[in-house]
């Protein structure tokens, strides 16, 4: 009998951990979910690496010893700690790699959070994320902020792999494609070889349900309470509605045809925060061809261990999706305003915990000198 996580992969999902320390690495854990949990990819992010150096200080000490003697500024230690993982894990992840022809075997590393609103500085980061790396399944991770949008353009351009983070909105979303593509038109210009530059779209999910969970339950109407944990399924169902649609135009099936990839939609946010749901919730309702769920090992080993996958649950509900928004207008929710705000607290809350790795590694080299 195949497990639930050889179901979810025969389905299309491609399997990735949301997390990475230096102690995966060294006791052979990631290898164990790589060879028993059908895990691809792994992802990581300015709070995932904040909770790697403060809870791993041991496993960074002999590093951040040599980095203090050395001088290093705790930018420069940060940036030398987190890309030696991130290439170390690239390492690990090579051979599926390069048996999935290079859509999977990722390991993708985020530009400074402080960066969100800075294109330039944004693009310059991301080349030197790359370069430092060195590594061809590395992904560098670009906020779809505004100004990111510009910077992604420019790193597909450049022949980068980008992990395009923080997308809340089907409109933002758009834009993410867009900017993609034109990355990818400025690529073939430039003689770049188009089929090996890849890219995802990450979708954010139970974060929409968490902050239009609480708006509903303000409200009195009974049809509130018949709306909860419904929106970021929907919201990431019509997700997959727009790549469907987008990428069988024209534009996109020209530059297919020039050997370019599709960006396939990730979702992200898949551990579920209300104890009332299903814990693989994020999972089972989100199955679809050409699609990443990024989980953190705790929703990992509940699809594992109790995970039904019943096959495409995302195609054929585009409807019903459509449905759920009209509701939610009109009991007074709006979503523009969901969208923006979660943005909004996504950038603040990765630049706190950007924040707490500065200081944690402030001390660790201060007390290595």
């Given at each position: 009998m ?6 979810l992969?025969?389905?299309g999902?491609?399997?990735?951990l949301?997390?990475?320390s230096?102690a ?10 790589i ?6 990819g792994?992802?990581t992010?300015?709070?995932i690496?904040?909770?790697?150096i403060q809870?791993g200080g ?12 050395a001088g ?5 230690a ?5 890309t ?8 690990l992840?090579r051979p599926v ?13 985020e530009?400074s ?8 500085a944004?693009?310059?980061q ?18 779809a902020?505004?100004a990111g ?11 980068i792999s ?6 809340f909105?089907l409109?933002?979303?758009e834009a993410?494609?867009d900017a ?7 690529a ?9 530059i890849?890219?995802v779209?990450s979708?954010?999910?139970s974060?929409v349900d968490?902050e239009?969970?609480?708006r509903?339950?303000s409200?009195?109407?009974p049809?509130?309470e018949?709306?909860?944990?419904k929106?970021?399924?929907?919201n990431?169902r019509l997700?997959y ?5 987008t ?5 996109a ?5 020039a050997g370019?990839?599709v960006q396939?939609?990730?979702?992200a946010?898949t551990?579920v ?6 814990d ?12 990443v769920?990024t989980?953190?090992?705790?929703t990992?080993q509940a ?12 195609r054929?509900?585009?409807?019903a999706a459509?449905?759920?928004?009209e509701?939610l ?20 809350k990765f630049?706190?915990s950007?924040?707490?790795v500065k200081k944690t590694?402030a001390?660790?080299?201060?007390n290595a000198?």
């Amino acid at each position: 009998m195949s497990t639930p996580t050889e179901d979810l992969s025969a389905a299309g999902v491609s399997i990735w951990l949301d997390d990475l320390s230096r102690a995966r690495l060294t006791s052979g854990n990631l290898q164990e979910l790589i060879d028993t949990r059908n895990v691809v990819g792994v992802t990581t992010n300015p709070t995932i690496f904040q909770g790697a150096i403060q809870s791993g200080g041991e496993d960074y000490a002999s590093q951040l010893h040599l980095l203090a003697i050395a001088g290093a500024t705790v930018e420069d230690a940060i940036f030398a700690a987190t890309t030696d993982d991130v290439r170390d894990a690239c390492d690990l992840l090579r051979p599926v790699y390069e048996s999935t022809n290079g859509f999977d075997g990722r390991v993708s590393i985020e530009v400074s959070p402080d960066l969100a609103h800075n294109t330039t500085a944004t693009v310059a980061q991301a080349k030197q994320l790359w370069e430092t790396v060195g590594r061809p399944n590395a992904y560098i991770k670009i906020p779809a902020t505004k100004a990111g949008l510009p910077a992604i353009t420019h790193a597909i351009a450049a022949g980068i792999s980008v992990n395009v983070t923080l997308i809340f909105s089907l409109d933002r979303y758009e834009a993410v494609i867009d900017a993609y593509l034109t990355g990818l038109e400025q690529a073939k210009a430039a003689g770049i070889d188009l089929s090996t530059i890849h890219s995802v779209a990450s979708f954010f999910v139970s974060r929409v349900d968490t902050e239009v969970d609480k708006r509903l339950d303000s409200m009195s109407d009974p049809d509130a309470e018949a709306l909860r944990s419904k929106a970021g399924i929907a919201n990431a169902r019509l997700a997959y509605e727009l790549f469907e649609t987008t990428f069988a135009e024209d534009r996109a099936k020209k530059l297919l045809a020039a050997g370019a990839n599709v960006q396939r939609p990730l979702w992200a946010s898949t551990g579920v925060k209300d104890p009332s749901l299903p814990d693989t919730l994020y999972v089972t309702e989100l199955v679809a061809p050409h699609t990443v769920n990024t989980m953190p090992e705790k929703t990992l080993q509940a699809t594992f261990d109790h995970g039904v996958i019943t096959g495409d649950t995302v195609r054929g509900t585009y409807t019903a999706a459509h449905g759920v928004f009209e509701r939610l207008a009109n009991v007074g929710i709006d979503f523009a305003d969901v969208t923006q705000q979660l943005e909004d607290e996504g950038v603040e809350k990765f630049i706190t915990s950007w924040q707490d790795v500065k200081k944690t590694v402030a001390d660790a080299l201060s007390n290595a000198k």
